[in-house]
């Protein structure tokens, strides 16, 4: 323990000196949560700001008067639209949907027979087909109200149409309402994990193999064991370490939304920092176990990026496997690194509590991981001393 303990303060003084390396690593774990949760605030404060101001953009409402005062009554203000909408909208340079109207609106009406309008929008324009529901619920309340002013006026109840009342009761806290718009944020966590153990791992294999410096370490009377055991808490620390920070990023980034519903949902916490560290634990332990034994068959420190880059590649997607699951967490999630800790935050996220048996999956992955890993480096530097 004592010869692990020396390797591992070396390894780690060597780590933190590097202070170019250091920030390059710790700049991206802190900002880029913080910055796409304040983006995110951004985007839901501009469509909360536009759904205040109650407008509606139209062409051709001059033909409908009883749908103008429909609107006006429900406090919207009629907007007309530009003449060249249709190209605004593809060039994204509109923003909102454009209501269309018919000339023979009116005539249409009074006949019986059921005007067509248009709700024209772009599918490739976010924003304005943000709008397009509104619109419709607008337009299905003046349907009703029409029908139902027909009716009374042949003596006949509204109600005959509608013979259950339907309401509707969402189950939903708080929390897990303001998890389904910062289901991106836990992904943000893992790949700190994984860049924060990333360049150590990488260094203390390859690049010290690299730099002719791994050789004489190996010729150290120090069991191969500890060496190793030295190096591997020196990277799963400063990845544990960044884990921390990352998740800590997201206090000070909730005094940023500029959504007040979002702030009122998002509840992040001292609470929420420690469930999220204590979940990367094994996947910092098993990750840096991993890279070290991917690095150290590598004779250059270019070589062990390459041969890291299928890892990068599937932590980095994992956590989208629940995102296109429409069905829900399957039982295996929990046996999959990277996969385990994104469903575990969303449950954070949620606001509800773990059990154990959620917990204990990803636990022994992380174990496995860390075990045969290193048992792997270990092997490779014996074998290199062997040669």
Do not use: C
């Amino acid at each position: 323990m004592n010869q692990a303990w020396i390797v591992f303060t070396k390894e780690l003084v060597d780590a933190l000196r590097d202070r170019r390396t250091l920030l390059r690593m710790l700049l991206p774990a802190l900002l880029m949560g913080p910055l796409v949760l304040t983006a995110l605030s951004g985007l839901i404060a501009s469509l909360e700001a536009r759904a205040d101001k109650r407008e509606l953009m139209a062409v051709g409402m001059e033909h409908a008067p009883t749908l103008a005062n429909f609107l006006e009554r429900q406090t919207y203000t009629l907007k007309q639209a530009p003449a060249d909408y249709e190209a605004r909208l593809r060039d994204s340079k509109l923003q909102e949907p454009v209501l269309v109207v018919p000339q023979d609106f009116e005539a249409k009406l009074l006949s019986g027979e059921p005007p067509t309008v248009e709700i024209v929008s772009d599918s490739a324009n976010q924003r304005a087909s943000a709008g397009v529901g509104q619109v419709q619920r607008l337009l299905l309340g003046f349907n009703r109200e029409r029908a139902s002013l027909n009716l009374a006026m042949r003596g006949v109840s509204m109600q005959l149409l509608e013979p259950v009342d339907v309401q509707e009761r969402d189950l939903a806290g708080v929390q897990a309402r303001a998890a389904k718009l910062t289901v991106i944020l836990p992904m943000f966590i893992i790949m700190a994990v994984l860049y924060g153990a990333l360049t150590a791992a990488l260094d203390s294999t390859a690049g010290e193999r690299e730099r002719g410096s791994l050789e004489p370490l190996l010729m150290n009377p120090a069991p191969h064991g500890a060496i190793v055991a030295g190096k591997w808490g020196a990277v799963a620390l400063l990845s544990m370490a960044v884990a921390l920070l990352s998740s800590l990023s997201f206090i000070p980034a909730q005094w940023l939304l500029k959504s007040d519903s979002l702030q009122a949902m998002f509840q992040f916490g001292s609470g929420e920092v420690l469930a999220f560290w204590l979940l990367q634990i094994p996947l910092a332990a098993g990750l840096s176990a991993l890279l070290m034994a991917l690095a150290i068959r590598s004779k250059t420190f270019k070589e062990a990026q390459a041969s890291s880059a299928l890892v990068i590649t599937a932590i980095s997607l994992m956590p989208m496997v629940s995102m296109f699951n429409p069905g829900g967490e399957a039982p295996w999630y929990l046996w999959v690194p990277g996969l385990a800790q994104n469903t575990l935050m969303m449950l954070v996220l949620k606001g509800e509590a773990l059990r154990w048996g959620q917990v204990l999956p990803g636990v022994v992955t992380g174990v496995v991981m860390t075990v045969v890993g290193l048992a792997f480096v270990a092997r490779s530097m014996r074998s290199a001393v062997a040669r």
